[in-house]
């Protein structure tokens, strides 16, 4: 059963712009918290941001003032805005909920997000 989809990645020059965006369950947007991690090539995967059921966000140093996280409830979609793109923000970006509902995590396919000089 598939919990978490994720759309919107693609290829953008330097500077530019993308928005991802993650339709999850009913069940898991209603009760987890959610976030957005990525994996750059070569590298481990890392937390970019999340959101708590209660809308407290957090972001990690390297996207603070560039990426926005929100949630649209009305869709139970979550949308990762990214503005000022940079050469390093290329990865592949997962959607990801929990821990809940017996979990630890929730994981979404996956997205290319390619960012070129």
Avoid at 5 to 29: D, H, M, N, P, R
Avoid at 58 to 77: C, E, L, M, P, W
Avoid at 91 to 104: D, H, I, N, Q, T
Wanted: glycine fraction near 12%; hydrophobic fraction near 30%.
């Amino acid at each position: 059963q598939v919990q978490l989809v994720e759309s919107g990645g693609g290829s953008v020059q330097a500077g530019g712009s993308l928005k991802l965006s993650c339709v999850a369950s009913t069940a898991i947007f209603s009760r987890c918290n959610m976030g957005w991690y990525r994996q750059p090539p070569g590298k481990e995967r890392e937390l970019v941001s999340r959101i708590s059921t209660f809308g407290t966000t957090t972001y990690a140093d390297s996207v603070k003032g560039r990426f926005t996280i929100s949630q649209d409830h009305s869709k139970n979609t979550l949308h990762l805005q990214m503005n000022s793109l940079k050469t390093d923000d290329t990865a592949v970006y997962y959607c990801m909920a929990g821990p809940c509902m017996g979990r630890s995590a929730y994981w979404g396919q996956g997205t290319q997000v390619t960012v070129s000089s």
